[in-house]
Structure formats: structure tokens, C-alpha cells
């Protein structure tokens, strides 16, 4: 066992410092799990990421191609701020592109519950790729952000259907193949 | 103050320092020396002086530790007054680490106390290193994980791979939310880390977004309203303006609107003060749990100074919410701790001339390592990202550059693999007849 006073070491004093290195605020295990995570991102066909900055991997732009169901053929970037206190906090996630959606609302903020209150940090970025994907496939009208979206699509699947579609043409989401 | 009057204070010191007893420690030797180095030798840093930190000096140096530091970039605050007993109201606005320190050497005479206004992410590796033990009263993760890893990483070993045990400085951490807190004693490398068990913190409470946004039931559903959904649709304070919970217009604002929130959906109990305690995540701080925990640590801090009794091994967790629950138990290291993990920097012996793809080559064929599409970066900076796509391609010019013009010699690169549970360090050295065993 450690025994502190039999060690009699004579502690240097802040005065006679020579080596003046300043360090870093950042600690390497949080560098070393957002490189991990990052360097495993699965995006798959539906998804591509950009980093605008490769020396800077806490911001980036996830974008989402749905290949199937109301969402088909649109693009959606989703911009990613990962905080210092990641993984012990959530990263923040916007969508940057207008889509007409129950879970998403007019401001870009999503509705997706381990992007908040069920986060834990055993859970990854990819977590939540996934989790983005779903939402195109399957909206969840119980709980709702853009309420109209969300009555619209459980009263009238088709009014809700040319609604998305509309969206998707104004906001310049539609990317043609 | 008289001689007569000191000599008494330290009459329990010597009580417990001269004398064996039925729980000291087995290497327990009753001694003046004890003494000697708790006040001659022994240095403490005080990470804090907040409500846990002045409890803490207090206790620190009411116990017989006579050199002591207190750091914190905070001033004192009027609301601080009430449980932060050494700030004073013409304090108000002053640093907490100079008048802490201050107070303390104006009542206890002979102590040698030094206060640094100052964040501690600025100071530098030496400035800890001059110390023999560091109590933490901090409140944030981030700040604690920080402490833990430069502890961590001021541990020397000797040739022969052993612990130098002169280079480990113990981490006393104390904490507290409310009615709850906890204490624990972190031995840098040998006992579990603070990163070890990270996933323990129970994570800041948030809402659902649609129920702050359509079916609202209580007060904080309302503020976070305000707050999250109405402030960046409106912008009250300008474009781009962030929610400050200092500043009494933006708290107002949010307030006002929480209010109107609440009556439209008969929610009762939104105020000013659960405003800005909703904002700004407070919560209420105890002054007695800040005490408990801190006499806990000064406690520990006591005990491992001396071997009077064996130190806590190593977390205690203490809740006064309903009547009063205290356990004690031993968190476990992590072998694959990223702060703490027994691998050490795996040393890599390179030639300057090698190529980036040179040394990823060199990698995949390790047979310890066991990687097949490592990405590498070096103090932050991209090297090679093996994915995803957009990063490999922003990255694999390098993969034709010599080494010697990406690296410096003695560096430390990331390694991370799908191979690899947590990444792994290396450490590049250049050996101008290194050869690639192909």
C-alpha cells in the first residue's frame, strides 16, 4: 500500500518549475472515444457524412437519403456538435433541412428520445444514425413536435403523403438520380 | 493568541500520532515524525473553493495540514454567502481562491496558504506535481476527469515496469447534489480512476422534447419551453444571443414566458427562481452534505497523510434525502481504462523516410495489436482516417508523406480500430536502420 509520509519525498516547489508546457483542456479519453467513435461511423448507402474541418471532428453534417417509404429520394443534413462532456453528454443534433415531419419541428430541433433524456454513454454515434433513419421510415405521431404533421399523418395518409412531398420540393430536399 | 491556546489545539493530534490503536493501519508506527511531516512537508492542493472547498480548507487545516493551495477561477457571488463560510459580503465580486485563502490564514496562525485565482487547465504539469495529496470539491465531470488524467499521467515507472510510488499523488474527490453525496479515493494506477467508472454518474436530468413542446405537466416543462423551443424562434436579445442564466433580462424573459405557458395549461409553481435554476441545471445545494462530504475527505486526506486508521477503500456514497444512508465499497479499475488502462504507450520504432502507408502497414501486421483499418491522429491533428469515406478521402494525402514530415520524434498517435475495445497510444520513435519486416 501506498504510504505517503514514509516516502519523505522532497516535492519540487511551483518556483523551480523550468518546463512551462501549458496543457490542453481536452483529456485524452474523450479524444480517444470521439476518434473511435467517428472512425466507426455506419453509414451505409442512405447516409454520408462531411466534415468541414478534418482537424476538428467535433462538428460535422450528417446527411440522410431515405431509400424507401414517404421520405424517398429526399436529402436531409442533420448538423452534429459534439460537447466536451461527450459520451457522458449527448451530442447536439439539428436538421438543417425545412421537411414536414411529426418528430421535427420548424426550427430544425428533432424529436428523438436517446438525443435527450434516454442518452447514456454506452451508446454511439451510430445510435443515433440509426435512430435518424428510423425516424424517416417510421414518424411517431404519439409524440409529437410538429403537431400538425403528426394529426395530418394519422387522420389522412394521403393528404399527409403530398404534404412531405410538397415540403420536400420547396425546401430543395428532392435530390434527383 | 497565546503559546498555552496552540498547544491545546494540537493536543488531539498528538493523541492519535503517538499513541498505537486498535484501527491504524498495519504499518502503523506511533512517531513524532508523523507530526513532522504533516506540518513541515506535507503539501495539499484544494481543487475548489466553493461550498465543498471551504469546508474543506477548514477541515484541512483544523486537522493539523499546514501547506496548503486552493485553486478556482470563480469570484464570490451573493448567493455563495449562505453556505460558503469564508466569503463575507464585501467579498461579493472578489476572487474565491485569494479570499479563502486569506480568511484561513487570519485564523489559524502558522499556516502557510496560498490561493490561485486561476483555472486549472492552465496550469502546468509541475504545478501538481509539487503536491502530496489533491482534494477535489468540484461540481463539474469535466473539470474532474480532467484532474484524474493529469494525476494519471504524473505517475512515473520505474525500469522495471514497477509503480514509482513517489510520483503517485492521491485524488481525494468529494461531491454533492443535494441531499446526496459522495466521497472516494482515487490512487492514481492503483486503485480504480474516476474514467474507470464514469458510466456511475447519473446523467443531468432532461425532458422529452415533445412533451415540452405539446403535453406539458409540470413548472420545468414550462421553462424548458421558454428556453429550448421559444428563445431560438425568437431571438429576443438578437440573432445568434445565447441564454445567459446570469443575466437578469434573459432569465426574465424566459420566465414571463414560461408563465403564460403554464396558465394556458393550468400548470402551477413556475418562478424566478425555479427559472434560472431550470436554466442554469441548478440544483440546490445542502450546506450540511457539503459538510459531511468534506469532513469525509479531510478525513481520508488525514488518514493517508498519517496511517492512523486504513483509508477508505475507496467510494462512499452518503443520502440524508430521507433519514440517513451512508455505505462504503470498492469500485473496481478497469483493465481497459482509457485513463488508467494497464497498456501502457506502445513504442514504435519507425525510419524518418518510412511512408504514412508504410507505418498502417506496419501496424497491420502487429500481431499484439491486431488492427485491420486503423485511423491515426497526433495531438488532435488528422493523419489517417480509415473511414468514413469523406474523412479517408480528406486524409489519404498523407498516406504518401514521409514521416518525418507528419511527425516529431517521441510523439504520441491515437490509434483507434474496430479491433480495438478503446483506442490505444503510440509512442514514435525514429531509428534510421528500422526495416520493415515484410
Known amino acids: 500500500m501506498l504510504k505517503l509520509f514514509s516516502l519523505k519525498q522532497k516535492k519540487q516547489s511551483a518556483q523551480e518549475q523550468t518546463e512551462n508546457k501549458t496543457s490542453s483542456n481536452k483529456t485524452t479519453a474523450a479524444e480517444l472515444r470521439l476518434q473511435k467513435d467517428i472512425s466507426e461511423l455506419d453509414t451505409g448507402k442512405t447516409l454520408s457524412v462531411y466534415f468541414p474541418d478534418k482537424n476538428n471532428i467535433v462538428e460535422f453534417i450528417v446527411y440522410c437519403k431515405p431509400d424507401e417509404g414517404i421520405y424517398k429520394y429526399g436529402c436531409f443534413a442533420f448538423r452534429f456538435k459534439i460537447p466536451p462532456t461527450y459520451p457522458h453528454d449527448p451530442p447536439k443534433v439539428k436538421c438543417e433541412t425545412k421537411v414536414f415531419h411529426p418528430n421535427i419541428d420548424e426550427e430544425g430541433n428533432v424529436c428523438l428520445n436517446i438525443l435527450r433524456e434516454d442518452w447514456k454513454p454506452i451508446l454511439s454515434l451510430n445510435a443515433i444514425l440509426y435512430g435518424l433513419q428510423y425516424l424517416f421510415l417510421e414518424p411517431n405521431p404519439d409524440d409529437p413536435l410538429n403537431k400538425e404533421a403528426a394529426n395530418l399523418y394519422r387522420d389522412n395518409k394521403a393528404a399527409f403523403y403530398a404534404q412531405v412531398q410538397r415540403s420536400m420540393r420547396e425546401s430543395g430536399a428532392y435530390y434527383s438520380r | ?438
Not at chain 2, 473539470?143 to 492521491?170: F, H, K, M, Y
Not at chain 2, 469525509?296 to 443520502?319: D, G, H, Q, R
Request: hydrophobic content about 40%; charged content about 25%.
Open chain 2, 1 to 438: 493568541m497565546s503559546q498555552g491556546k496552540d498547544e491545546g489545539k494540537l493536543e488531539d493530534l498528538y493523541l492519535i500520532t503517538l499513541r498505537n490503536g486498535p484501527f491504524a493501519h498495519e504499518s502503523f508506527s506511533p512517531s513524532e515524525d508523523l507530526l513532522n511531516f504533516l506540518w513541515n512537508e506535507c503539501k495539499v492542493l484544494v481543487v475548489g473553493a466553493g461550498g465543498l472547498g471551504c469546508e474543506l480548507l477548514k477541515d484541512l487545516a483544523l486537522s493539523g495540514f499546514r501547506n496548503i493551495e486552493v485553486i478556482d477561477l470563480d469570484v464570490v457571488d451573493v448567493t455563495n454567502l449562505n453556505r460558503q463560510f469564508l466569503f463575507r459580503q464585501q467579498d461579493v465580486g472578489k476572487p474565491k481562491a485569494e479570499v479563502a485563502a486569506a480568511f484561513i490564514a487570519k485564523r489559524i496562525s502558522g499556516i502557510n496558504i496560498k490561493g490561485h485565482h486561476a483555472n486549472i487547465y492552465d496550469q502546468p504539469r509541475e504545478f501538481y506535481k509539487q503536491f502530496n495529496l489533491v482534494v477535489a470539491g468540484l461540481d463539474s465531470i469535466d473539470a474532474r476527469r480532467w484532474l484524474n488524467e493529469t494525476l494519471i499521467d504524473l505517475v512515473e515507472t520505474n525500469d522495471d515496469g514497477t509503480i514509482d510510488v513517489s510520483t503517485v499523488i492521491p485524488l481525494i474527490d468529494g461531491g454533492t447534489e443535494g441531499f446526496r453525496g459522495q466521497a472516494r479515493v482515487i490512487i492514481p494506477k492503483m486503485s480504480a480512476c474516476f474514467e474507470c467508472n464514469l458510466d456511475l454518474f447519473p446523467p443531468q436530468i432532461s425532458y422529452p422534447l415533445c412533451t415540452i413542446a405539446n403535453t406539458p405537466r409540470l413548472p420545468e416543462h414550462c421553462i424548458e419551453y421558454a428556453s429550448v423551443i421559444l428563445w431560438p424562434q425568437q431571438q429576443p436579445f438578437g440573432a445568434g444571443t445565447k441564454v445567459d442564466g446570469d443575466n437578469p433580462e434573459h432569465v426574465k424573459w424566459i420566465f414571463e414566458r414560461a408563465q403564460e405557458r403554464a396558465n394556458q395549461f393550468h400548470i402551477q409553481g413556475v418562478t424566478y427562481r425555479l427559472s434560472q435554476g431550470v436554466i442554469k441545471h441548478i440544483i440546490p445545494a445542502v450546506a450540511s452534505t457539503n459538510a459531511i462530504v468534506a469532513a469525509s475527505c479531510a478525513n481520508e486526506a488525514f488518514k493517508l497523510a498519517t496511517y492512523i486508521a486504513n483509508p477508505l477503500n475507496n467510494y462512499m456514497l452518503y443520502n440524508g434525502e430521507s433519514g440517513v444512508y451512508t455505505y462504503a465499497f470498492e469500485t473496481e479499475r478497469r483493465e481497459e481504462c482509457p485513463a488508467c488502462g494497464r497498456a501502457q504507450p506502445k513504442k514504435i520504432c519507425v525510419s524518418p523516410k518510412w511512408t504514412l502507408a508504410d507505418l498502417i502497414e506496419v501496424l497491420r501486421e502487429d500481431t499484439e495489436l491486431r488492427v485491420k483499418s486503423p485511423s491515426l491522429t497526433v495531438s488532435s491533428r488528422a493523419l489517417y482516417y480509415s473511414s468514413p469515406a469523406s474523412l479517408e478521402q480528406a486524409t489519404k494525402e498523407n498516406l504518401p508523406q514521409s514521416l518525418d514530415c507528419l511527425l516529431e520524434e517521441g510523439c504520441e498517435i491515437f490509434l483507434t480500430d474496430p479491433a480495438l475495445p478503446l483506442g490505444r497510444k503510440l509512442q514514435i520513435f525514429f531509428h534510421k536502420c528500422s526495416k520493415k519486416n515484410k
